[in-house]
């Protein structure tokens, strides 16, 4: 939790207190943390998931804290994460992964920002981007390395 906290910090805000307090209060509710870790052994990328009910779309993988740190617009790590996430969800049961991001940037349809997250097969339903996986697992080319959990 640890390392990943700069990024948690560029995306969050939030103080490394109530980091470690998300990601314990994720670990008891069955979720949990994933990292990407790069050659240079740091961490690229993280997610913050829980496995949730939803009226609407039933088992859900939530994502709420997603962050990576990337150079150009590759999204490796964003692809390598989104992969990840695909098939955790298959394994907890989940028919559809949601990611909960800030809605900076993403209203418009026109949006750079909005583009790249739609590029990973998601769609904005309100200010969250859901991807259903009866269309299968996002395919982000050679398999990458699986992601830590935490």
């Known amino acids: ?18 980091w470690e307090m998300f990601g314990r209060h994720l670990a008891a509710q069955q979720g949990g943390v994933l ?21 609407k779309h039933g ?15 590759m999204s490796l790590v964003r692809k390598a994460l989104s992969a990840a996430l695909d098939r955790l969800a298959r394994e907890k049961g989940c028919e ?18 909005r583009r790249s997250w739609e ?3 998601l769609t904005a339903e309100a200010i969250e981007f859901v ?9 982000p080319g050679p398999e990458p390395e699986m992601p830590v959990r935490t």
């Open 1 to 18: 939790m640890a390392e990943a906290y700069p990024l948690v910090r560029r995306a969050a805000g939030v103080e490394p207190e109530r």
């Open 35 to 55: 990292a990407v870790f790069a050659e240079d052994k740091h961490v690229h990328g993280i997610a913050a998931y829980l496995p949730v009910i939803s009226l």
């Open 59 to 73: 088992n859900v993988l939530r994502v709420e804290a997603i962050a990576a740190f990337e150079l150009g617009h």
């Open 96 to 113: 559809v992964v949601m990611f909960t991001l800030d809605a900076k940037g993403l209203t418009s349809p026109r949006s750079r920002r």
């Open 119 to 121: 590029q990973l097969g």
């Open 131 to 139: 991807r259903h996986l009866d269309g299968g697992c996002l395919s």
